[in-house]
Every structure is written in C-alpha cells, then in structure tokens.
C-alpha cells in the first residue's frame, strides 16, 4: 500500500472553504488503496467576542495530538511563536523599518509574515515524522508558501518524493492582461517566481485549479502539471430540485470581490422589476464581505430596489446551502477580466441543481463548466440578463419552480470525489 502523507495549512475543524481540498483528499484516497496522513497545525478556539473565536497560541509544553479517522490520520502540531516571528511582528510596526526589511525577507523566501511561526512549527514535527516513517510522496498544498518550501527541503534531507498542489496563484490578477503592479508588487513577485521556480524543480507534478493557471505556473517550470478543479461534495447534491417556493429568489452567495462586474446583472434586473412590478420577487446577496469588495453592501443597497433585496452577514456551509437550495436561479459573475478564477461556489451551485444565471461570462473555466453540465445561462449583457429572468419568472409563475436542464453525468464530474479520481490516476502514473 502506498502511503502518502499531505501536508496542508487548513484542515477540519478550521470550517473554510480552503480546508475542503485537502479534506476530499484525505477522504477519498483511502479508497483508492492508499494510506494517507496529513500533517497540519492543531485549531484550539479562543473566543473572539460576537460568537466569533481565533485559533489558538501555544506555549513550549504543547504537544502533537493525533487524530485517527475512518480513513485517514491527522497529525496536528502546535502554534508556536518563534523567534523570527517575533522580530518580524515588531519590524511590522514601523513604517520605515518595514519597508526597508520587507524586501529582505522575501528574498530569503519568507512570504507568509504573519504566520511564518507555522514554518517551523511544520517542519520540526515533519523532520522528525520523516526521521521515524517512510512515505511514497509528500503532497503539499498552497497556499501558504511555506508548505511548498518546506516540501523542497524534505525532498533535499530525506529524499522523499514531493508534489505541489496550488488552490490559486499567489495574486491571482498575475493571468490578467489588465495587471498594473505596483513597484513592491514587481519586487516580491520578481522574488515569489524565483522561489515557486526552485521550490517546483524537484517535484514529481504539481497540480492546480484552472487550465488557465496552469500556463502561468508552466512559465515558471518544465514539470508536469494537471488541472484538478474544486469542487462539491457528492452528499451535497440535491436531487428534489423541483421543490415548490412561494417567492422567484435569485440568490448570489459567497464573496464578491472589486473584479467582479454585477453592474451587468444589475441593470437587468432593474428593467424587469420597472417592466413587470413583480410582487414575489426576492434578490439574496450572502456573505458579502468589505475585505474583498470595500463597501459592496452599501453598493448593492444604492444600485438595486430596496424592497426586494435581502443582504445576509456570514453564515455557515450549512446554511449557505439551504439558501442556495430553495432559490430559484442562482446568480454568479464571472471574473471576465482574470482568466481561470472559479470561485468554489460555482461548484456548490451545480449541487444545488438549480439554474445558474452567469452574468458576465469569462470566456473561460465558467463559461465551459456551465456549457458542458448545461445548468444554466450565459449573460453578457443587461438585455439578456432581462430575457432570461423574464421567461424564467413566467415559468415559475405558472409552475412554482423551474425546469432544470442540468446533465447530471457532466455534473458528477465537479465533485470533490471524481476529482480524487483523476488525483488516483495521476499518482499511478508517479510512483
């Protein structure tokens, strides 16, 4: 049986939607007849006021815990604080200093500065996990940084087989035309490039979310890459999808970031509420975040009628879910300006089995998922955008619900589980 041992940064419980990756890995290679064991940082709660919580320091005396489940072990070390992430903190503090250090840093490959006590907390542990076991390959996921340098120097002591595994790019802007970096940008991306470049050199294959991303990681390396996609939980499928609703609900759930046109969708849907006066309409907009998109809500609240929105905070995958559940389109805009971002929600929708309004297209990863699976429709312009939720809304007026379209075959492919698969048929080919 081979073994193999995943080194990630998130992972149950840390209940983000970067923890998902690794979790379908661990989960579903088992399956295959592989031994699998990951390696990733212990998450002990604090709490934080307002029922939110941060994840715990430790001191000296903490221990490894391990976890053993059905299908996989996970080895979870304690947050440490070191010593250069003490000095690194207070450097922080200073304007001048840190603009003066900053670029030092990173040209000893030190990206992560916030968390680069994590480094050496994951490396001790793995070096004397490697001292003790012996793996068939390392599989480390990006981000952050760290675990792909900390994979390159495992390889170099150990000689153990390694792959890198990237959620994204370190800026995802990189696969724009439209990039304008700034001076400090130029610089850490001039160093970032360097080290992706000698950290993937030894590597068996690396993998990564977008065919479109993976030119961008081919420019830095000669070794093989595959596309892996995210994707949805195959128990999240929902297969009463003609569910009646006593209101239309268009519904967007996720994060929307500053690259993201919803002018588009906007002003369709302002045509059809001046042209029908629809008295069951009901526009969700979930877990809107000022991080990714400063002052969205105020945004969305100035561009669309009041009566008919309804901007939800945060809420857990659970939720998210039902909400997405009981909509009656779904509504996505596409990063028509940055080839190969795929937000993971575009996934969950497809589980959702609910029609999926894209608006605007990406010529690109979405354009292809929601024509191959055809589960939903393409808008590039307001026009369209307005002919679809018309003859949608007189569908459901006569019906309560929508037909969906969806080819479940094509939709099977986007789950966590059919892409292990393809991860099965990859490390075949490896080792």
């Known amino acids: 049986m081979k073994r193999v041992l995943i080194i990630t940064y998130n992972f149950f419980p840390d209940n983000v939607v970067s923890a998902r ?29 307002n029922d939110k919580y941060t994840w715990a320091l430790h001191d000296h005396t903490a221990t490894t815990i ?15 604080l ?14 001048f200093l840190r603009k003066l250090t900053i670029p030092f840093i990173w040209a000893n490959g030190y990206f992560d500065l916030p968390i680069i006590y994590s480094y050496q907390n994951i490396k001790n542990e793995l070096f004397k996990l490697l001292s003790k076991e012996k793996y068939d390959l390392i599989y480390s996921i990006y981000s952050p940084h760290i675990l792909l340098k900390i994979a390159y120097e495992a390889n170099k002591k150990f000689g153990i087989p390694y792959a890198l595994d990237f959620r994204d790019l370190w800026n995802n802007n990189l696969a724009s035309l439209e990039y304008q970096p700034s001076n400090i940008e130029r610089i850490q991306n001039f160093f970032i490039k360097k080290y992706w470049s000698k950290w993937l050199s030894n590597a068996k294959f690396f993998s990564i979310t977008s065919n479109e991303w993976l030119g961008e990681v081919k420019k830095l390396t000669q070794k093989t890459g595959y596309v892996l996609t995210n994707g949805f939980e195959s128990e999240q499928l929902l297969f009463n999808y003609t ?42 907009f979930v877990g809107l975040k000022d991080k990714y998109r400063p002052g969205v809500k105020q945004e969305i609240l100035n561009k669309l009628d009041r009566r008919y ?11 998210a879910y039902k909400i997405m559940n009981s909509s009656s389109i779904l509504y996505y805009p596409a990063f028509s300006s940055i080839p190969g971002w795929c937000s993971v929600k575009v996934y969950e929708y497809l589980a959702s089995k609910r029609p999926i309004l894209v608006s605007p ?17 393409i808008c ?26 969806g080819i479940e075959d094509e939709i ?20």
């Open 309 to 319: 929105l309804n901007i939800i905070d945060y809420v857990e995958k659970e939720e």
């Open 21 to 49: 990756r690794p979790e379908s890995y661990a989960k579903y290679l088992p399956k295959h007849g592989y031994e699998v064991n990951v390696l990733t940082l212990r998450f002990d709660k604090i709490p934080n006021g």
């Open 66 to 80: 391990i976890d053993n489940f059905e299908s996989s072990k996970v080895i979870r070390v304690p947050r440490v």
């Open 243 to 284: 569910e009646k609703n006593d209101l239309f609900t268009i519904s967007f759930v996720g994060s929307l970031y500053t690259e993201q046109n919803i002018d588009i969708f906007i002003n369709g849907v302002t045509d059809f509420i001046d042209k029908h006066s629809p008295v069951n309409l009901k526009i969700n």
């Open 412 to 431: 099977e492919k986007y789950s966590r589980k059919y892409q292990v698969n393809l991860l099965n048929d990859i490390l075949r080919n490896h080792l």
């Open 82 to 95: 070191t010593f250069l992430q003490i000095l690194i903190d207070k450097i922080s503090k200073f304007r």
């Open 380 to 405: 590039n312009l307001s026009s369209e955008v307005y002919s679809f939720i018309s003859s949608s809304y007189a569908e459901w007026e006569k019906n309560k619900y929508l037909k969906y379209n």
């Open 361 to 377: 297209g990406d010529n690109g990863i979405v354009d292809d998922i929601i024509i191959k699976t055809k589960a939903g429709e």
